[in-house]
C-alpha cells in the first residue's frame, strides 16, 4: 500500500531549526519503501533554494534539498512568497521548481497526509 505525504515548510533556514526537521523527516520518508512524498517550502522556508549556500558549520540545507531532488521528491516553492522575496528571477537550485497555491491545494487533496513544519 502507497502512502501519499505532502511536507509544508514554513520556517527560515537558519533561523530555527524547524526547515532542518523538516528536511530531516522528509529524507527519512523518501528511503520508506511505499511512500510518495512531496514538498512544499512557503514563508521563509522558500530562501533554502538559493544556491551557493554555505554555511561554516551544522547543517546544510541546499545538500539535504539536492538529496531529495535526486531521490525524486517533487520540491516547489510558493510563487507569492518568492515573489514577496524577490527570488523569482533568481536562480534556484537546480531541480527547485517555483509551484503555486493551486498546485499545493491539488497535492493536499490527493495526499493521505499533510504535515507541516
Known amino acids: 500500500m502507497s502512502q501519499e505525504i505532502v511536507i509544508i515548510a514554513n520556517g527560515a533556514p537558519y533561523g530555527s531549526e524547524s ?8 529524507l527519512a520518508l ?11 517550502l512557503m514563508s521563509d522556508a ?25 531521490q ?6 510558493c510563487k507569492t512568497c518568492c515573489d514577496g522575496r524577490g527570488l523569482s528571477s533568481l536562480p534556484l537550485i537546480e531541480g ?5 497555491l493551486s498546485e499545493l491545494a491539488d497535492w493536499t487533496l490527493a495526499a493521505d497526509k499533510v504535515l507541516t513544519f
Open 72 to 77: 525524486q521528491v517533487p520540491v516547489r516553492l
Open 19 to 26: 526547515l532542518f526537521n523538516a528536511l530531516r523527516l522528509s
Open 46 to 70: 522558500v530562501t533554502a533554494a538559493l544556491p551557493g549556500q554555505a554555511p561554516a558549520e551544522g547543517y546544510n540545507l541546499r545538500q539535504m534539498l539536492e538529496i531529495l531532488l535526486a
Open 30 to 40: 523518501a528511503e520508506r519503501e511505499g511512500v510518495s512524498l512531496r514538498l512544499f
Open 96 to 100: 527547485v521548481e517555483i509551484g503555486t
